[in-house]
Structures are given as C-alpha cells and as structure tokens.
C-alpha cells in the first residue's frame, strides 16, 4: 500500500515537471517564431486539467468503497456460530432438538453473546452465561468457542478497517494531487500578454532608466495576486538593481510590485525573465527559546518557520513522545513531511492528515508527536491554526491575551485523527506565541492557560527572541529553575509594511 502511494505521487510529479517543461521551452523560442498563445483552449493546459480530472475521478473510487464497520455484521455473526456448531454441537446427542426445534431461539442468544462481547459489559456478558448454562449440557465449551471465533472475527474486522483506513488516506492524497495539478495548469496557462497600452507604458518607462524589455506576460485572476513576467535586458555596459525595476513596475501597476524571493538581483546585458507579484501587507519576525530537559543533551521538540510562494508564512511545531534522542527524531520527521508537503503545495489539513498516516503505518508501538501549525497570509493578515494533541498557542494585542486550545490526540496514535482547527486576524503589533507542553506543564496545576497569560503580559521585550527568553525565564520561577521536560516557545511579531 505504501509503496502504491509512493508510486502515484511520484507520477503526478513526474507529469507535472514534464508539463512545466513544455512551458519553459515554448518561452524560449525566438522572436521570429510565433508563440503560441496561454489562453483558457491552450491544448497543453487541457492535458492537465485531464490528468487532474483522472485523478479525482480515481478517488472518488476509493470514497465510493464500503466505509470503516465499528461492529461484527450478521454474516459474521452466523459464521461465529456455525464454527462453534461444528465445533461443540456436533458430537452432542441434543443437536438435533437444540438447533431443530429451538434453532431459532438459540441463534438470537448468540447474536446476544456476540454482542455482548463486542460491548465488553462483563455484568451483562456474566448474565448471559449463566442463562445459557440452563439451556446447553455444553455451555462452557460453547462459550469459549464463541468467544475464540469473536477474537477471530474481531481482528479481521480491524486489518479491514486499517486497510479501509488506509484507502481513504489515498484516496485523499489523490485528491489533493488532482486539485494541485489544476492550480498548476492554471497557473501555468491563465497567463496573457500585457495589453498593447500596458506594454508600451512600461517599455518607454524602462528604456528611459537603460533596460530594454522584450515581452510582458500578465496574470491577473479575481481570486489570486496580479503576477506579472517580464523578459528584459539592460544596455550594453548597464547594471539596473531590481528594486528599481520594482518601483518602476509599481507606477504602472497602481500598487507595490515585488520579485519572487530567488530572484535575480540586478539586470545585465543578458535577456532574462523575472517575476514579479503583488507585495505582501504584513511581515513576520520570529525567534525561538529552548531548554532541553535536564540530564538530557536532545531536546525532543523540533520546530520550522519559513515564508513560503503566494505570501504564507508557516510555523511549525512539534513534540516529540518524551525526551532524548528518540523524541527529536519522531519530531524531527514531523516537521520535516510537514515542510515538504505544505511548501509542494498541499493544504495544511491534509499534509498533516498525511504526516499522520505516515506515523501510525511506521508501526512503532507508543511512538507519537504532537502537531502544531500556525499558517499566517501576509496579504490579509489571518492566521489559521491546526493543532493535534498540541499545547495552547497565544495571541498578544496591546493589554489582552487570547488562547488558542486543543483537546485532539497527538499524530501517530490512531488513522482517522481528527485536527482542531481555528482562525483569527492579525493586526500590526500582534505576537503569536506557540509552545510545547513542557512549558505549561511547569505552571500550577488548572491554571496553566491564566498563569500563562499573566507571564505574557508581563513580559515587555519588542524583540520576538527576547520575548520567548522572557517567558521561559519566568515559567522556570515556577519550578525551581530546573527544567523537567523540554521547553520551546517560539514567538512571532506582526508588523505591516
């Protein structure tokens, strides 16, 4: 099953490279060659929708299947009691009168056994021993098969489910592949040539600063950022900083226009393509403060924060189970899947349903991590939150602090986990603070959330590392300056532009 999943994800990659190839190379034809227009009818864009259309075609497949079962159905059940039958009553000289004249009734009792096994009431389970016991010569014998044959069918039932389980993991994983394929096809195709009016504009505004533009393509889609690419070269002898080029581009545009981060930095003599898009609204700076628990060299809690394509900035959090070297790598691959799926342009819901699949597949008995993810958009300023099994995350305004609490298993202990999710905006001056449970642990029992809040608010560092300093500082007051778990509190600040 694994490696299916592997194999899959791994051809939608392929066909997309393959895709985004075709593009680059269809950029760099000459001038004296014709292009051919990125339009809505493009036939390169067609074959991704289709491939996107096969892929949830696929996966409404696997929704399509019988769902997980929590109980036995009655074929099992009759097959419980056709195994005992063969097994018991057999060689009893009442067979005959028992399962003829009484079969009826016999067979709803053990409907009721099974039943009762499956609820696990030892009481009622008792109850229904001692009736049968009036009724069968053979009771005990018949008892303990029933009840060998209900472990049997019980632990089918589970490999079923985790099978089950397992298809809907994929059938969700394809589904996201078929929605990024068609964000990709429309990313890559929704893109036309600047208007003659747009064009001519910003050719004469950078001629006039030596840089000679050979052709603007634009994307400008209701529900996205204006992007704009331009394929442009300076004079000879000529180096333009991109930040002017910017600026130039702002003019025209109406609005900040920024390169894509790894952009070129200067434009030479050589034609080249940069893009550009919309400027975010907001910016982020972080910083982190740990202690790793004492007589330990590991900390378990591992973390990542990067600003990502389309004005997202990512944190992740996560805690490994206990401490040590074992914990940072439970943590470590956390975080980690979380980046890569998250930056290759899955939802944060689903890289984290998937970085839990991942967990409980893995088959380490008692191994889990909690998941913590704060997803910021620079552009409006709210933040989305998702959170499995994680400690409280904080939100800072002026004289007011807010809680953001979770009360879901952390990854890696069942398939079917279910992630809290939460939204709140952002404004200028806001601190985000996330931390691992080892830091609220250290607070008095049933008021960790207040006695948190009255640190956060005492604390009055503006740097976002010396804010999480000041926290742990005085969190360890509260447990004799030793730390029994491994802390990490990671704060943000939110500023506009």
Not at 56 to 65: E, I, P, R, S, V
Not at 84 to 105: F, K, L, M
Not at 212 to 241: H, N, P, Y
Request: aromatic share 8%.
């Amino acid at each position: 099953m694994q490696e299916w999943m592997i194999a899959m994800l791994v051809i939608s990659i392929l066909l997309i490279i393959r895709d985004m190839a075709k593009t680059i190379l269809a950029g760099n034809v000459p001038d004296t060659q014709e292009i051919l227009p990125l339009c809505d009818r493009h036939p390169q864009k067609e074959k991704v929708e289709r491939y996107a259309a096969s892929f949830q075609k696929l996966a409404d497949t696997f929704y399509g299947m019988p769902y997980r079962k929590d109980y036995l159905s009655s074929g099992q059940i009759r097959q419980i009691m056709h195994d005992a039958n063969e097994r018991v009553c057999s060689r009893c000289y009442q067979r005959e009168i028992c399962w003829g004249e009484h079969g009826r009734e016999l067979g709803q009792g053990v409907e009721v056994m099974v039943r009762a096994l499956e609820s696990g009431e030892e009481e009622e389970i008792r109850s229904i021993r001692n009736d049968w016991t009036s009724v069968c010569s053979r009771s005990v014998q018949y008892f303990e098969a029933v009840s060998e044959n209900f472990q049997r069918e019980k632990q089918n039932l589970v490999w079923d489910n985790r099978m089950i389980e397992n298809r809907l993991a994929v059938a969700q994983q394809l589904t996201e592949v078929s929605r990024i394929m068609a964000n990709v096809a429309s990313d890559l195709y929704d893109i036309e040539r600047g208007t003659p009016q747009f064009e001519e504009e910003l050719r004469k505004a950078l001629r006039r600063h030596h840089v000679i533009l050979r052709q603007a393509w634009v994307m400008d889609k209701a529900e996205g950022r204006k992007q704009v690419f331009l394929t442009m070269r300076a004079r000879s002898g000529q180096c333009i900083s991109m930040t002017e080029i910017s600026q130039i581009l702002s003019g025209i545009c109406g609005g900040n226009m920024t390169p894509v981060n790894g952009s070129r930095c200067i434009v030479n003599g050589e034609y080249h393509t940069v893009h550009f898009i919309e400027d975010v609204t907001y910016q982020i700076l972080y910083g982190a403060a740990r202690l790793t628990r004492e007589k330990e060299k590991v900390s378990g809690d591992n973390y990542v924060c990067r600003q990502e394509e389309g004005g997202r900035f990512v944190m992740c959090l996560s805690d490994g189970m206990g401490s040590g070297m074992e914990a940072c790598k439970e943590s470590e691959t956390v975080v980690e899947l979380l980046e890569q799926f998250m930056e290759s342009g899955f939802s944060q819901e689903t890289a984290a349903k998937m970085v839990n699949s991942a967990l409980v597949l893995k088959g380490r008995e008692g191994m889990f991590s909690t998941v913590d993810i704060c997803a910021v958009d620079l552009y409006t300023g709210v933040c989305n939150f998702l959170k499995a099994g994680a400690a409280s995350t904080f939100i800072k305004r002026d004289h007011w602090v807010e809680s953001i609490t979770s009360e879901s298993l952390a990854a890696g202990l069942v398939q079917q986990i279910d992630f809290e999710t939460a939204s709140r905006k952002l404004y200028h001056g806001d601190y985000l603070i996330m931390m691992t449970d080892g830091v609220l642990d250290a607070l008095p029992a049933q008021k960790e959330e207040e006695t948190m809040k009255e640190i956060i608010m005492d604390v009055h560092e503006d740097s976002p590392k010396d804010f999480g300093r000041g926290i742990l500082e005085r969190v360890l007051g509260y447990s004799d300056y030793r730390a029994r778990d491994d802390m990490t509190v990671l704060v943000a600040g939110v500023w506009k532009k």
